[in-house]
């Protein structure tokens, strides 16, 4: 069965404390893993789409890996403005799906 | 420009009511696509078009009826919703919209509706 998992659920960081949150996904014929994160109330931002094991994606403090059973979004230093819902999503190959992960809620702390 | 536009932004509807929900984007995106997202959950695919015709129905309850009237347009159709039907509507689109084919979805900001 398809599947995508985040960890952890929720992270408190104090400012400038570096960290990494994981998106496993057991998923059959992937064609590619998106990473947006989600305020509250809002629709998801875009942040990165990696395709292939080993790519890697930056964008000021985030930075998104991919291997072929996980990604890893690291965040270098995190500001109070990163606090948010980071969520990993896939696309299952042969379909025009995308499959969610329930999400990490960042705290970023001052 | 990676703009996908929903009105309203907030709905408050009886359960007698019919309303609909309205989603646009102009970046010649060939899917569109409806979920639905509850408090601390993630987003729930609802319908995906492609190329202007209904490709999947998550086996979503006749109470909501989906449109696509142009490649631009998607609209939400909604009659006798249940105060369980109250959520964050999300559209979204993607430039591919083919099956099979990478593609990367564009979210709009949402419609927060509220059902008495």
């Known amino acids: 069965e398809d599947q995508v998992t985040q960890s952890p659920e929720a992270l408190r960081l104090q400012e400038g404390e570096s960290s990494s949150l994981n998106c496993s996904y057991t998923v059959s014929g992937l064609r590619g893993l998106f990473w947006y994160r989600q305020d509250p109330g809002k629709g998801p931002e875009f942040l990165f789409t990696l395709y292939s094991a080993g790519e890697e994606k930056e964008k000021e403090r985030l930075k998104a890996t991919l291997t072929k059973k996980e990604s890893f979004l690291h965040i270098t230093a995190p500001k109070p403005e990163d606090s948010a819902t980071y969520l990993c999503?896939?696309?299952?190959?042969?379909?025009?799906?995308?499959?969610f992960g329930s999400g990490t809620k960042l705290n970023v702390k001052p | 420009d990676t703009e996908v536009t929903q009105t309203p932004k907030h709905l408050v509807m009886g359960m007698t009511n019919k309303k609909s929900l309205k989603c646009e984007q102009h970046m010649g995106h060939r899917a569109m696509y409806w979920y639905k997202q509850k408090a601390k959950k993630p987003p729930e695919l609802m319908f995906v078009y492609s190329y202007e015709k209904l490709s999947i129905n998550e086996s979503v309850p006749s109470r909501f009826s989906p449109e696509c009237p142009n490649s631009s347009l998607l609209n939400l159709h909604l009659h006798a919703l249940q105060p369980e039907d109250s959520a964050l509507y999300l559209c979204a689109s993607s430039p591919i919209g083919l099956a099979g084919a990478r593609d990367t979805q564009y979210f709009g900001p949402g419609t927060r509706l509220t059902v008495l």
């Open positions: 999503a896939v696309q299952r190959g042969h379909f025009n799906k995308f499959y």
